[in-house]
């Protein structure tokens, strides 16, 4: 099953640090086969008041996605990352395809 990785991030502080952990987050992710399906981009509001940006990275299943946090390669930028802003960052399921709202009912 998908796993994502989301990142609801606040106050992120452009400069040379931010710079660098973009620069260098993808090689991270390919050895994982993490691959963004959001990263900031303009919201649109429907309801409620959103503040910051929303990042969703896919990863095949809940394995590779906390292989990918926990490695060494991502352990080493993310530094760079909380010194220059504040946030949530989660791993979370997916659902199949036939997936119903109802289902959690019986969760």
Do not use: N
């Not at 660098?20 to 991270?28: G, V």
């Amino acid at each position: 099953m998908t796993c994502y990785a989301i990142g609801h991030l606040r106050d992120v502080e452009m400069g040379e640090e931010i710079i660098a952990y973009l620069d260098r987050i993808d090689a991270t992710l390919t050895p994982y086969q993490g691959e963004f399906i959001i990263h900031g981009g303009e919201k649109h509001h429907l309801e409620g008041l959103f503040q910051g940006d929303m990042i969703v990275i896919a990863f095949p299943d809940r394995d590779q996605a906390q292989a990918w946090y926990e490695s060494p390669e991502y352990r080493q930028i993310l530094p760079l990352r909380r010194r220059h802003s504040s946030g949530d960052v989660f791993l979370i399921d997916g659902v199949g395809s036939d997936h119903k709202a109802t289902d959690i009912l019986t969760a």
